[in-house]
């Protein structure tokens, strides 16, 4: 799976705690996060309100637990791992 596709899936999925994701829909959505986080820390460092870093973060909480949470079901093991 492609950077873009994953990113695409990652949001498609949002509440999705079923099924499986494979390893570079869940490391490519990780890079995606990263990269944007960053991209946003500069916007807001222009700007000078923390605002669209904030905004961003609370954004993509639930497709991050969601897509973790399909990470370890594609490893056989309980997406509750999640809490350890």
Known sequence: ???SA???SGFSNYFNFSGRASRSEHWYFF???I???IVAGIVDGVIGIGLVEGLFSLSIIIPSL???WRRMHDLDKSGAWFFI
């Open 6 to 8: 994953s990113i695409k």
């Open 66 to 68: 969601a897509l973790f």
């Open 35 to 37: 990269i944007a986080s």
């Open 1 to 3: 799976m492609g950077f």
């Open 31 to 33: 890079l995606f996060c």
